[in-house]
Nanobody, 126 residues
Framework: VQLQACGGGLVQAGGSLRLSCAAS????????MGWFRQAPGKEREFVAA????????YYADSVKGRFTNSRDNGKNTVFLQMNSLKPEDTAVYYC????????????????????WGQGTLVTVSS
């Protein structure tokens, strides 16, 4: 499984960005997908996750109400819509894929994901 994330950039506080992550896999609909981020000098942290059916979503408290996770299984792509961005959202954002035990499963731990994209940088200026 190869993951390619894009959509990062520089945005002012309060602005929006939409990240995309395309997967090169035949059975994308069997993978739960997650987004993580890593700021300089900090550990990688969970941001959002979505089950392979797309029916179950989970968010870190720090982004709840501002970020929205979605997926298009027909296009092997997962999205992260980020609104009301804050300077503390500045980080490299990674998408990740985990073989799901079922259609409603999602995961929030780094160790639960087997495949990772290369990351895309999001910078939010104050």
């Amino acid at each position: 499984v190869q993951l390619q994330a894009c959509g990062g950039g520089l945005v002012q506080a309060g602005g929006s960005l939409r990240l995309s992550c395309a997967a090169s896999v035949l059975t994308f609909s069997r993978y739960a997908m997650g987004w993580f981020r890593q700021a300089p000098g900090k550990e990688r942290e969970f941001v959002a996750a979505i089950s392979w059916r797309g029916s179950n979503k989970y968010y870190a408290d720090s982004v709840k109400g501002r970020f929205t996770n979605s997926r298009d299984n027909g296009k092997n792509t997962v999205f992260l819509q980020m609104n009301s961005l804050k300077p503390e959202d500045t980080a490299v954002y990674y998408c990740a894929a985990a073989v799901a035990s079922g259609g409603t499963y999602y995961y929030s731990a780094v160790g639960e994901y087997s495949y990772w994209g290369q990351g895309t940088l999001v910078t939010v200026s104050s």
